[in-house]
Every structure is written in structure tokens, then in C-alpha cells.
């Protein structure tokens, strides 16, 4: 009975062509994040999500949905890992680069 449960508890396995397109997203979103974002302030994971299918066309296909917001929130996590999000969607101690330097948010 517990090995069932714990073959349904189990996350699926990725296979190799899905783990290089999850890698190669997370170089991405890396380079994105250290020349856009900021370890302060605050932000919508939406804004993020905009600004970065903006910066990185080839994942607009992929921008939408539930698993798209769970993986941008893993990446923001892994960037920065004191970010918090809020139930609301915003996560603190992330910030636009531009925007904190114009003053438009301010650090928490």
C-alpha cells in the first residue's frame, strides 16, 4: 500500500530532451535576471514573466499556464533564493533594475 503511495506522490521524470530545454530556459532567464532584476524591491511574477518572453521571444508559446508560472517562480527562487512571494503574486526582494534606479520602488 505505501509503495503505491509512493509511486503517485512521486514527481514524474523528466527525460533528456526536457531537462536541456529546462536548462537551457534557466541560462536564459539567468542572464535576463542579472541584467534586468535586482535583489530588493518588489514586483508582479507577471511583470517578469512579460519582460522576459519580451527579452526572449522563443518562450511565448511556452509563457502561458499554470506550469509557466511554476517554473518562472523555481528560476526567480533559484536566482534569488530570499525572494518571497506573496499569495497575491508578488514577490519581495525582486525588482525591475530600471525601476529601482528611477526611484519607483524602494527596498524592503
Partial sequence: FFSFLYEVGRPRQLNA???AAREEAWG???VFAETSLVRAGSCHESEIMAAFVREYPKYK???E???ARKQMRRFVSRWNPYAERTPYGFFKNVAFSSAFKEGMTKSL
Fill in 17 to 19: 530532451d526536457e531537462t
Fill in 28 to 30: 536564459d532567464f539567468e
Fill in 61 to 63: 508559446d511556452e509563457s
Fill in 65 to 67: 499556464g499554470e506550469q
